[in-house]
């Protein structure tokens, strides 16, 4: 242990992160007013600046120290892992011409290695390991010029300093900056972006300096791929990686106290690695994990000498929680060291601000909740309990364990009648009929032609649609008018698909707030929130539901949407649904009993839904699973039974259709080829992806696998307001057709286009139709 003469103590009671978008998504405004011009960087500078300061000031008056390192310096325009990239000079080639000679860029060009610009594609986006937030993965290559290109960090620090706080600077690990990377462009086959470590370590070690020179006692590095076992590096190089990482910047003689702070599950055999290193305070996710056992006597004796920070108040997940257990848990650590900390098991970037700024929610179901503030106040309160013994602290304790006795026995938390019908559930429930049956029906059915087009459901939300969603709710307009206006808004985005050349329609989805939460809203079991924002990734930000209860349909929610869109074309429209997986992984679900059981419950509703859509006339039915692989556990040991029952979901939702009935699914922002079997066991017909912010990668993932049902590789990104060209989208057609049976290819953009405006969501379309037709063409099939 360092001595602590020389270093500060760690505070009894701290957080690993918190929202940064702020309690009206302040920052989600200033940054898109910023981005359309209206705003200036000095005037988005400022409203950060304010942002950063409420928070600081809030945080104190939960209960974390102002001048003891417990409030943490996390927050970051768009993205922490572009953060780092853009502090340790990792900027790709193609947008070298953004950076001073220092190696710096300025906001917008920030925003623009994010986002794309003209021909330059932004970086690639995927999942941050099993949550719904989205970060951008770097490009590393033998070029990458790493130096310290921004200080902002320090910078940060300094102005809470100004303000009289004492605060503690976060950034990504050097190791999982690596392992999140991805080689760039002019790597050479076989490059892998670790081997750098040594290169980039010395930045990191000037980093630690800066910081220490400006005062602050500790700096939090994320290590969070520590605890994956789903990198795809060996697990010994890693392991080497963290020893070799962690020697060096723990032996750096200008440096603040270093906490590595590893959450999303137990770290096993890299904790005898931290363990033996010279950092000085350990963070273990006991939510996700348990306190270590069994550990050897070298391990246990380096242990004893560090801070242990127990993550027992669960960042993930919105419930209040058994505060008797997490104390237990905290009691438990204090056998492998005397000095204990209590910290959240992940960042609050997870969950919304505060339960009290919701007062549409159940008062029943409002005590049953805990959000970022009300967490906050569970460190605060489990701190005092360390410090003042269990005693001090048992009204709090006992007021969590009676609501989590109330939440257990209240009214639809168990519907006897839902439980019963899973009960009678056989395996004929999860089955369809053979694949090549079913394509002959389908093909008869809808008369596609070859490269069929289609998008993925949403089209853009402007102004009006969500003014008139506004007025309904408020009463301004009644139902008739509501619904008047909608079908106005569906006729004219069919108009356009017909007028474009789309072979597969879709209503557009104007009536719809969000893919989850309108289910929500139409399924038993569930409540909404209204101001719980959580950001999914840069200024996108959504309001995750609240899985309370069994679920059960009450009524058909989307069949007459559908059955009017139906009557507008003679192209077969494609119902739209989001499946059960997704439903569960973007909302905060009940942690009361296995994922799996919620899961069955959610797709027996849907099972109801599409059984009425197909009643209806409706032959294609897609039913969306983007959250599939974000979903898979870290664990391997954990990753068999989840696969099974997520595969087995959707199946159960989907296997009561005739074989003419064509289902579609959908998954992006993943790393597919990790769950390519799992995909493949949906059994859905045809399966659209997204493949175009990174380069078609997915197809020889697809092609390797042997897959042989319907394939939709995107050819448009629509996270980027970029618009593609027909020579762009043509490149990419013709890569997934030398990978793909032209057979087995359809046409479509990554992702719905909710987010996206009308000009550039028609241009891209255009171009997609017009170099769909030039493929056609070219290898002798005509539209």
């Known amino acids: 242990m360092t001595d602590t003469t020389t270093r500060s103590a760690f505070p009894v009671g701290t957080i690993i992160g918190y929202p940064r978008i702020g309690r009206r998504r302040e920052l989600k405004k200033a940054v898109e007013a910023f981005w359309a011009g209206s705003t200036t960087a000095d005037e988005l500078e400022a409203t950060a600046a304010e942002l950063r300061a409420s928070t600081r000031e809030r945080l104190a008056a939960l209960g974390l120290g102002r001048d003891d390192a417990a409030i943490p310096e996390s927050f970051s325009f768009y993205d922490q892992v572009l953060d780092a990239a853009v502090t340790v000079g990792a900027i790709p080639s193609r947008f070298a011409g953004l950076a001073a000679t220092d190696g710096s860029v300025d906001l917008a060009g920030y925003f623009t290695i ?13 999942k941050w390991f099993d949550s719904n937030y989205h970060y951008l993965v770097p490009e590393i290559g033998p070029e990458t010029d790493f130096r310290l290109a921004s200080d902002r960090i320090v910078r940060e620090f300094e102005e809470a300093r100004a303000a009289g706080f004492v605060t503690r600077p976060a950034i990504v690990g050097p190791v999982t900056f690596l392992l999140l990377s991805k080689p760039s462009d002019e790597a050479p086959e076989g490059f892998r972006p670790l081997s750098r470590l040594g290169d980039l370590l010395p930045v990191y070690r ?35 990686a963290a020893r070799a990482a962690y020697a060096e910047l723990g032996g750096a003689a200008e440096r603040p106290a270093i906490f590595v702070a590893a959450p999303y599950g137990s770290l096993d055999d890299a904790l005898p690695v931290l363990a033996v290193s010279p950092v000085e305070a350990i963070s273990l996710d006991l939510v996700k994990g348990a306190v270590p056992a069994g550990l050897d006597a070298a391990t246990r004796s380096a242990l004893a000498g560090k801070t242990l920070v127990g993550g027992v108040i669960d960042g993930h997940n919105i419930w209040r929680g058994d505060l008797e257990a997490a104390f237990g848990k905290l009691t ?8 204990v900390a209590v910290s959240t098991s992940t960042s609050l970037q997870h969950v919304p601000h505060d339960v009290d700024d919701e007062p549409d929610l159940d008062a029943r179901l409002k005590t049953w909740l805990a959000f970022a503030d009300q967490k906050v106040g569970q460190v605060a309160v489990l701190a005092r309990g360390i410090v003042d013994g269990h005693e001090a602290i048992q009204d709090e304790l006992t007021a969590a364990t009676a609501a989590l006795a109330d939440r257990a026995s209240a009214p639809g938390v168990r519907v006897e009648a839902v439980r019963s019908r899973e009960a009678a559930l056989t395996r004929a429930d999860f089955r ?11 093909d008869e059915a809808l008369h596609l032609p070859f490269l069929p087009t289609t998008t993925i459901g949403s089209f853009p939300q402007t102004a009006d649609i969500r003014r008139s969603r506004a007025q309904l709710a408020k009463g301004v307009i009644d139902e008739a008018e509501y619904l008047g206006r909608m079908q106005a808004e569906i006729k004219r985005v069919v108009d356009l698909q017909e007028e474009i050349g789309l072979d597969v329609i879709v209503h557009g989805e104007p009536e719809r707030n969000d893919m989850v939460q309108y289910f929500a809203e139409n399924l038993d079991g569930f409540a909404v929130t209204q101001n719980g924002w959580v950001q999914s990734y840069g200024s996108r930000c959504t309001r995750p539901s609240i899985l309370w209860g069994d679920v059960s349909r009450p009524k058909p929610i989307t069949v007459d949407w559908s059955t009017y869109t139906q009557t507008l074309t003679e192209k077969p429209v494609k119902g739209m649904l989001t499946g059960p997986v997704t439903i569960l992984a973007w909302s905060f679900v009940r942690d009361d009993q296995p994922l799996g059981e919620t899961a069955r419950q959610v797709a027996l509703a849907l099972r109801d839904e599409i059984a009425d859509l197909e009643a209806a006339g409706i032959r294609v039915v897609q039913v969306d699973e983007p959250a599939l692989r974000e979903l898979l556990p870290l664990k391997r040991a954990d990753q068999a039974d989840y696969l099974e029952w997520s595969v087995g979901s959707f199946r159960l939702a989907t296997s009561g259709v005739a074989d003419a009935t064509q289902i579609h699914t959908h998954l992006c922002y993943s790393e597919f080829g990790v769950v390519i079997d799992a995909i493949r066991n949906l059994d859905a017909d045809v399966t659209s992806i997204e493949a175009a912010r990174s380069r078609m990668e997915v197809v020889h993932d697809i092609q390797r696998s042997g897959f042989e049902h319907g394939i939709g590789p995107g050819v448009y990104d629509i996270h980027s307001p970029r618009v593609p060209s027909v020579a762009e989208v043509t490149e990419l057609l ?49 539209a």
């Open 734 to 782: 013709e890569t997934a057709l030398s990978a793909i049976p032209g057979r087995q290819l359809w046409v479509n953009p990554d992702c719905g286009l909710k987010t996206r405006g009308y000009d550039e969501t028609v241009a891209s379309l255009r171009n997609i139709i017009a170099a769909t037709r030039d493929v056609r063409e070219r290898v002798g099939v005509n």
């Open 432 to 442: 369809r009929g053979e694949y090549g049956a079913r394509q002959a029906a389908q």
């Open 114 to 126: 994010a986002r794309g610009e003209g021909e330059k594609a932004p970086l690639e986006m995927t």
């Open 332 to 339: 438990e650590l204090l056998s492998l060291s005397p000095d």
């Open 206 to 240: 000037e980093l630690l300096a800066r910081l220490a020179a400006a005062g602050a006692p500790w700096v939090q590095l994320d290590e969070p791929a520590l605890v994956s076992e789903s990198i795809e590096e060996p697990r010994t190089e890693v392991l080497e």
